[in-house]
Structure formats: C-alpha cells, structure tokens
C-alpha cells in the first residue's frame, strides 16, 4: 500500500469511528505485523472500502473495515467482506471472528447475511458512546 493509499484509508476510518486507528497504527499493522493483510476495494479511481485482518494458522480476526460514507449501502462492504470469505478458504481458514458495536445495525446485518453468527457479547467493549460488543464468527463448511 503507498503512502496516498494509506491516507485514504485514515481518512475513512476518520469519518467512520469515534476512535479510529492512527496513521500509526495503520501504518504498524502494514510494515510490522507479518500476520496483517490487507484489502482494499477502490471505486471511481479512489478507495472505497478497506479491511484490515490478522490471520494466525486456521484463524483470521477482521481488526477494522470500513466503508467511505460516500458508498455506503451500494454493495461495497458485501463485496469486501465475500472475498475476504472466500479468500480465507482458500488459505484452508475454518474460522473468521470480529466485534462489532451492537447498535451498528447495518453492519450486523451485512455479516449475518455473510453467515456470519454471535457467539459472546463484550460488555462495555467500546467507549465513547460506552457500548457492548457484540462478537460475530464465521465459520467453514466442514
């Protein structure tokens, strides 16, 4: 990922969280996570959406997606998130977990349809609103 690519995905993140990740942050999980992989879907000659994920052995956590405001609702997280799918099975990963706030309807919604199941809440996991976290996973066809 370049350096324009990684602005564009801060400033997504800055328009989509209350607290989103740093440039920092973004930037560790790029040059000093060799678990971290990234996906990117670009519109119109810009990002669209992105996901950042950390995949150990047959697990993958999703670590933050988000969707530009501008493209929200036109498919572009389904798209991210059924190619993340079927990119873990080809790497052989049976599970697929990630927190997502539980008034963040339409973001449940997308994961639900993507088979996606609750399997824990986190209470008090997020702050600012201070809310639970409700934990989703995916999990393989056996």
């Known amino acids: 990922m370049d350096e324009l ?24 999980e790029l040059l000093k996570n060799p678990f971290s992989e990234q996906i990117l879907l670009r519109a119109d000659g810009r990002i669209a959406g992105y996901l950042f994920m950390m995949t150990l052995f047959d697990e993958c956590h999703i670590m933050d997606f988000a969707v530009h405001p501008e493209y929200r609702r036109k498919g572009i997280g389904k798209k991210i998130i059924f190619y993340l799918i079927e990119r873990m099975k080809m790497k052989a990963v049976k599970k697929i977990f990630l927190e997502v706030r539980c008034s963040n309807f339409p973001a449940i919604d997308l994961y639900q349809k993507a088979g996606f199941v609750e399997i824990a809440v986190r209470k008090g996991y997020y702050a600012d609103p201070k809310e639970d976290a409700m934990i989703l996973q995916w999990k393989a066809p056996e």
């Open 5 to 28: 690519a990684l602005g564009e995905v801060f400033e997504i993140a800055r328009h989509s969280f209350t607290h989103p990740w740093s440039r920092e942050m973004f930037e560790n």
